[in-house]
């Protein structure tokens, strides 16, 4: 089973700036890695796929990178609709599918 | 409009049992496999199983396999899950999903929650 962890736990970020969530993945996992956000009493929502391509409909400020192990989600010129819990999921090695446990972001 | 929409959750004694259904519109549900994901109070998201669009391949998670059964009907345009042998660690949300090519998932319910408590 493909272990994903991520970092860190909660992060603090002020409105207008960037947030930086990482997310790494016990073995490769190549680019089959992707990025949800989560709102209190809501669905998931795919925010990323592929590790860098945006879903149907989310802002350009959103951005995912990496390859393999190390992943980053990049949130810039934060809005207040960004605060939520961000998940990392693989779907490259599987049964089981993967999730990571989760990064809160929260207002600064 | 694309949508999924989950029914069958309730309050379960430990060791019972619950069907969940999902109903699928706006899209061609039979060109897609589906997927459960729960998700414990206050925890993260949990893989529970998939099915491919013919049901030619199936699976589950070890903490769910021998007890939980999805299955679907592609002329109703729905998949289940029949959950027996209930515990209380299956307490949780319940998300239908419907993955893109690649199984990120892109579509997902509203959830139903299942409480399995005495």
């Known amino acids: 089973e493909i272990v994903m962890t991520q970092s860190p736990v909660t992060l603090s970020v002020s409105p207008g700036e960037t947030a930086t969530l990482s997310c790494r993945a016990s073995q490769s996992v190549s680019v089959n890695l992707a990025w949800y956000q989560q709102k209190p009493g809501q669905a998931p929502r795919l925010l990323i796929y592929a590790a860098s391509t945006r879903a149907t409909g989310i802002p350009a400020r959103f951005s995912g990178s990496g390859t393999g192990t190390e992943f980053t989600l990049t949130i810039s010129s934060l809005q207040s609709e960004d605060f939520a819990v961000y998940y990392c999921?693989?779907?490259?090695?599987?049964?089981?599918?993967?999730f990571g446990q989760g990064t809160r972001l929260d207002i600064k | 409009e694309v949508q999924l929409v989950e029914s069958g959750g309730g309050l379960v004694k430990p060791g019972g049992s619950l069907r969940l259904s999902c109903a699928a519109s706006g899209f061609t549900f039979i060109t897609y496999s589906m997927t459960w994901v729960r998700q414990a109070p206050g925890k993260g998201l949990e893989w529970v199983s998939s099915i491919s669009s013919t049901s030619n391949y199936i699976y589950y998670a070890d903490s769910v396999k021998g007890r939980f059964t999805i299955s679907r009907d592609n002329a109703q345009n729905s998949v289940s899950l029949q959950m027996d042998s209930l515990r209380v660690e299956d307490t949780a949300v319940y998300y239908c999903?419907?993955?893109?090519?690649?199984?990120?998932?892109?579509?997902w319910g509203q959830g139903t929650v299942v409480t399995v408590s005495s």
């Open positions: 999903v419907r993955p893109r090519p690649g199984w990120a998932f892109d579509i």
């Open positions: 999921q693989q779907y490259d090695n599987w049964p089981p599918l993967t």
